[in-house]
C-alpha cells in the first residue's frame, strides 16, 4: 500500500521553494518517518534517493527535503529510517547531507546553506575528500563505493609509476664501453 505524507510532516512553500518542517518536537535519535520503497528505479533523479550502487528510490514527499551541511536529520538507508540527528522542534526545517545518500547527483547545484563546513557544491559523494566525509553519517552503500574507488585510485597509481618506469628504462642509452 502506497504511503502518503506522514502526519508528522508538512511541506512549506515560498517563492517556488519547496521545504519540508516538521510538526511535532523530537530527541536525537527518534526516528521521524519511514523512507518510501514502492517505486524503485536504476538512475538518480530529483526525486529519488539512492539506496544501493544501482538502486534508488522515489522519496515521494520526502523530495521537499533540502540539502544542508549541517543537517537535521539522517536517512538511514539501511533501515529505511529517517532519523533526527539533533533536537529538533515544531517547525523545524528536516534538511540532510546529500551526499550521505548520493554518489553522484542527477543535478549537482551550490550549496548556500552558512554551514562554516559547507561544501559549497553539491554533486556528489565521489566528488569529495574523505576528510569532509568522515565528520558526516555516510550510508553503507556510499561507503562501499568509497573504497572502490580508493582500491582503483592506488591500482591506477601503480600502473602509472610502473609504466614511468619501464619508459626511463627505454629512453636510457645503453653503456659505452
Known sequence: MPMGMPANLVIRSQNKFRRLTT???????SIICVIPSEALQNKPTQYTVQIGRDRHVEVKELASMNHSCDPSVILDTSRMLVIACRDLSVGDELTFFYPS?????????????????????????????????????????????????????????????????????????????
Open 23 to 29: 510538526q511535532h518536537t523530537y530527541s536525537k535519535g
Open 101 to 177: 545518500t548520493e554518489w553522484e547527483m542527477s543535478a549537482p547545484f551550490i550549496c548556500l546553506c552558512g554551514a562554516p563546513s559547507c561544501i559549497h557544491v553539491v554533486a556528489g559523494a565521489r566528488f569529495l575528500p574523505l576528510s569532509t566525509l568522515e565528520h558526516h553519517f555516510v550510508n553503507r552503500h556510499i561507503r562501499e563505493l568509497m573504497i572502490e574507488l580508493l582500491n582503483n585510485t592506488e591500482m591506477i597509481l601503480t600502473d602509472i609509476e610502473r609504466d614511468r618506469i619501464f619508459s626511463e628504462m627505454a629512453h636510457q642509452k645503453p653503456p659505452v664501453n
